[in-house]
């Protein structure tokens, strides 16, 4: 049985980190993985060594054991024997007392005799899509769900908007539908990581965190805002327009409107995320100015305005 070199297959030094390890396993996957190369044994094969090589190597306890083991082999075959019997190895225990879990980024599967003789061929493995059960030459284990924070201010979350993402060097594009909310979580189908052994690719799970851009409070799909209107308008009424996040709408204001007044506007709002043509509403709490630096007769008109208050007991 021939002995492999963990590190040569995947090209690192010996006291390589395990971000080093992992960095160049993702590299060397994407190279091989058979959905990029399709009825390529060759390809297939080099991608079942380096996965095999990764579940050793970025697992602390594994590492330890190979490392010790291969030392082992190395001072054996220069002594001068023959090379170094694992089966005889793993029945006489030496791989069958560990049960272990693989938890590496694509996951594991179909690996080696000399794996098998190391550790053992009765393990338990686990997957990033949450399937577990015993090995399987047939299994096919999803890839590891990514999760990234996609920051939007609240003009697009209402719109809605695309953007161009870089996963591990791809560019994905991603649209947004209108109505997105703080800490929604969209899940982007078959763009996460890659599975070994041809298996469905993982999902790109994106945490929504939405900035207010905007003069406008939001509680879930209503907004409010507080305008300022001057005293005559709300004294005698009038029109006033108003910037809303669909665009400026001139609305009426009642004649003596009393300040803090609350006028809900039917479906301007937020959207509804996913239901077309459904909105929350939006409330305008009015501020009334009052006027300053009044001139003469300004001050003498309001004064004969009180006194007219007086006479009539009001």
């Keep these: ?51 095999e090589a990764n579940e050793v190597l970025s697992n602390d ?26 089966s005889q190895w793993a029945r006489q225990g030496g791989g069958k007392q560990y ?29 990033f899509g949450g399937r577990q059960g015993r090995r399987s030459g047939h299994q096919q284990i999803k890839g590891r769900d990514y999760e990234a924070q996609l920051r939007l201010n609240l003009t697009d ?6 953007t161009v993402l870089n996963v591990e060097g791809e560019k994905i594009k991603v649209n947004l539908k209108p109505g997105l909310k703080d800490g929604q979580k969209l899940r982007v189908k078959g763009k996460g990581g890659m599975s070994p052994m041809g298996g469905e690719n993982g999902d790109l799970i994106l945490k929504i965190s939405v ?14 805002l507080k305008q300022e209107v001057d005293l005559y308008t709300v004294l005698l009424g009038g029109k006033l327009t108003i910037n809303t996040l669909k665009g400026p709408i001139t609305i009426n204001i009642p004649k003596e409107s009393q ?44 004064e004969k305005l009180a006194d007219m208050r007086k006479e009539n007991g009001v």
Excluded: C
Aim: overall charge positive.
């Design 1 to 51: 049985m021939d002995y492999k070199d963990y590190y040569k297959i995947l090209g690192v030094d010996k006291k390589a980190s395990k971000d080093e390890i992992k960095k160049k396993y993702r590299k060397l996957a994407q190279k091989y993985h058979p959905d990029r190369n399709p009825d390529n044994k060759a390809a297939e094969e080099k991608f079942k060594e380096i996965s």
């Design 259 to 302: 300040n803090g007044k609350v006028l809900r506007l039917k479906k301007l709002g937020m959207p509804v995320y996913g239901k077309k043509d459904v909105f929350g509403d939006l409330y305008v709490n009015i501020n009334v100015i009052l006027p300053t630096k009044l001139n003469k007769e300004e001050t003498l008109l309001f």
């Design 61 to 86: 306890e594994k590492r330890a054991k190979y490392d010790q083991m291969g030392s082992n082999w190395n001072q054996y075959q220069h002594a001068g024997g023959g090379g170094f019997d694992f």
């Design 157 to 162: 979350a209402f719109h809605g908007t695309s």
């Design 99 to 127: 049960r272990t879990s693989f938890e590496g980024d694509f996951g594991g599967g179909n690996f080696s005799d000399f794996f098998e003789s190391f550790f053992g061929g009765n393990f338990s493995q686990q997957g």
């Design 211 to 224: 900035v207010n851009n905007t003069n406008f409070t939001i509680k879930n799909t209503d907004l409010s």
